[in-house]
Nanobody
Framework: VQLQASGGGLVQAGGSLRLSCAAS????????FGWFRQAPGKEREFVAA????????VYSDSVKGRFTISRDKAKSTVYLQMNSLEPEDTAVYYC???????????????????WGQGTLVTVSS
């Protein structure tokens, strides 16, 4: 599976962006897809994840209520809708995929086998 992330850019605080992660290759219901981010000088952190089959989602506390992860099976694409963006959301956002990941491990970066190239999100104050 290859992942292509897109949709990053510059936005003012309070604005919105939608990131896309297009997956090439076969994905099955057991797949999990996640979004992670890494700000300058900080470690990579979990943002949100979704189970490909049932659509179960999980979010980090820092984005819960502001971000929404979804998937379009027909387009083999996972989206991250980001609303009410804050300067603290500035980071490179990465999408990741795993052929089989249990729910409790969706937020763990080492659970994922495939990673996209990252897309930069900059939120100005």
């Amino acid at each position: 599976v290859q992942l292509q992330a897109s949709g990053g850019g510059l936005v003012q605080a309070g604005g919105s962006l939608r990131l896309s992660c297009a997956a090439s290759g076969r994905t099955s219901s057991g797949y999990g897809f996640g979004w992670f981010r890494q700000a300058p000088g900080k470690e990579r952190e979990f943002v949100a994840a979704i189970r490909w089959g049932g659509g179960t989602t999980v979010y980090s506390d820092s984005v819960k209520g502001r971000f929404t992860i979804s998937r379009d099976k027909a387009k083999s694409t996972v989206y991250l809708q980001m609303n009410s963006l804050e300067p603290e959301d500035t980071a490179v956002y990465y999408c990741a995929a795993s052929p089989s990941v249990i729910y409790s491990s969706l937020g763990v970066s080492s659970s994922y086998d495939y990673w996209g190239q990252g897309t930069l999100v900059t939120v100005s104050s």
